[in-house]
C-alpha cells in the first residue's frame, strides 16, 4: 500500500491467519496502526478502553462495529452498557473465531516512549485461551502521532513470533512488552536511516528522476 509516497510494509499476517483465532497486541504511534492492520484483515474486531464512553454518541459506535472495552479509567462503565462489555464481547469472539486487535498500552506514544503497558491484553488473554501475537512498528516516524502528515518513506509493521495461551500474568506481560519494544526500536533505527537518507540531495534528485 501506498500513499502519498509512503509505502506500507505489513509482515508476518500469514501466521495470524493460520492461528484460526489469534490476539494481535500492537504498539501504537499512529492514527494509521488501526488501518494498517484491518487494510490486512477486514473483519479484525478491536478492543478498545472504556475511557472512549465518556464521547458522545460513541457507544451507539462501538454496538454497530462489535468492539471489545475492557475496564480503563471508567471502573465498571463498560459492562454496564449492555451488549458490548468485556465478557459479552468475548462471547462473541468466541462463538465467531474472530481475531482481535488490541494496543495494550492504552493510546498513542510518541516514537522512541512508551506508556504502561495495561492488564486488560492479559486478560483477554486468558478469557480467549488465544495466541497473542506482539505487532512491532515505526509507523510513527512516517505518520506520527496524533497527526494527519505523512511523509515519505516505507514504514514497517512486523507481526511476531506468538505467545502461546499458559503464562501467568506477570511474565506474560514481561515478555510481551519486551517483544514489542525491543523490535519496535530497532525498527524505529530502521527508519530513521530511511528518513535520513531520502532527505540527501542526491536521494531528492533521484527521486525526481525516476518518479
Known sequence: MAVCGLKLRVEGMDKVEAAGGAILAAKHQSYGDGISLVSRRADLAYVIGDHMLRFPLVGSILKSTEAVVVDNVAGRRANAVSGFGFHAGCDRLRADQRDV??????GMSAVGRKQRYRRGVYKLYAELDRPVFPVATNLGLYWPE????????????EILDPIEPGLDPSSFMRRLEDAIETRTHELVQLGRADRARRSKPDARSAAEDHP
Open 101 to 106: 486487535l488490541i494496543f495494550p498500552e492504552g
Open 146 to 157: 496524533m497527526e494527519w502528515v505523512l511523509h515519505p518513506g516505507e514504514a514497517r509493521v
